[in-house]
């Protein structure tokens, strides 16, 4: 195929658009990377085996807020019933066992009420003490635990209950 000059330079003209779109994405996208993926460091061991203590963990606190929680996830919240040093966020991280509307534990979960466990259940602080957990006190989604090097982990997506055995 054969073009004349001012096709050609129409589709100059339409790469080099392309190119400086794309390098604005790119830009704009890595600079919003901070204000929705933010590091955390686990304390303490009552997600054993699964987080250990000194864990350096990234966070998604985007789909937090579009996505609910749902069983068997990772979630990583502000625990009202501890205490904040200055303006540092004191979170925790736990594992969501029941879901509004549910009993767990001989507890009844309200409509914006979810009930977390620590995965070492012998030792851990969790809804057992403290109760419920609502999306007010939602921090986001572990999505990478980058520290240690030795134990760099991709945590998985919890499927739609829908879509578990094949429905």
């Known amino acids: 195929m054969i073009l004349s000059s001012n096709e050609k330079s129409m589709v100059a003209v339409d790469s080099g658009f392309m190119r400086l779109t ?9 600079l919003s990377l901070p204000l929705w993926l933010r590091p955390f460091g686990v304390k303490g061991n009552s997600m054993e085996p699964t987080l250990k203590q000194g864990d350096a963990i990234i966070v998604d606190t985007l789909s937090i807020k579009f996505i609910p929680p749902r069983r068997g996830e990772l979630l990583v919240f502000r625990n009202p019933h501890k205490y904040k040093d200055g303006d540092a966020i004191q979170v925790d991280v736990k594992r969501v066992i029941g879901l ?5 534990e001989g507890m009844y ?7 977390v466990m620590g995965d070492n259940r012998a030792v851990s602080t969790d809804s057992r003490q403290f109760g419920a957990v609502q999306p007010e006190n939602f921090v986001g989604r572990p999505i990478l635990r980058i520290s240690p090097l030795s134990r760099f982990t991709i945590f998985p ?5 829908a879509l ?4």
Do not use: H
């Open 109 to 115: 979960l309200g409509p914006l009420d979810y009930f």
């Open 164 to 167: 578990v055995g094949g429905v």
């Open 157 to 161: 997506i919890v499927p739609e209950p």
């Open 100 to 104: 509004p509307g549910e009993t767990v």
């Open 22 to 30: 794309a390098s604005i994405i790119g830009i704009l996208f890595l």
